[in-house]
């Protein structure tokens, strides 16, 4: 069993930057693909951005493509959504997910193990 949490959310401002980090216990990370999903009020879980087991390749949704990054430390058993340049629509609860296949997906049904989120909220 993997046990995900999330940490370092808050508020920011519009423009702003904000890392939010998700460390694992139970098990090593290695080998395992990573994502980051979001859920904003009233609307559903929503891919962010994935990261294969090697950390070699990464993908992300088009409306944060070039100002969020995702990373891993798997000698940390961390991975991490660097945010940059916020905005207000980038509000939600964020997610990381584990996959036990070490190819990065989109697909949120292919995560085997959630952590349970941590809130985000950009002012504007």
């Known amino acids: 069993q993997v046990q995900l949490v999330e940490s370092g959310g808050g508020l920011v401002q519009a423009g702003g930057s904000l890392r939010v980090s998700c460390a694992a216990s139970?098990?090593?990370?290695?080998?395992?693909?990573m994502g980051w999903f979001r859920q904003a009020p009233g609307k559903e879980r929503e891919f962010v951005a994935t990261?294969?087991?090697?950390?070699?390749?990464?993908y992300y949704a088009d409306s944060v493509k070039g100002r969020f990054t995702i990373s891993r430390d798997n000698a940390e058993n961390t991975v991490y959504l660097q945010m940059n340049s916020v905005k207000p629509e980038d509000t939600a609860v964020y997610y990381c997910?584990?996959?036990?296949?070490?190819?990065?997906?989109?697909?949120?049904?292919?995560?085997?193990?959630w952590g349970q989120g941590t809130q985000v909220t950009v002012s504007s």
């Open positions: 139970g098990r090593s990370l290695s080998g395992y693909a």
């Open positions: 997910a584990a996959n036990r296949g070490p190819i990065a997906t989109k697909e949120r049904y292919k995560y085997d193990y």
């Open positions: 990261i294969s087991g090697s950390g070699s390749t990464t």
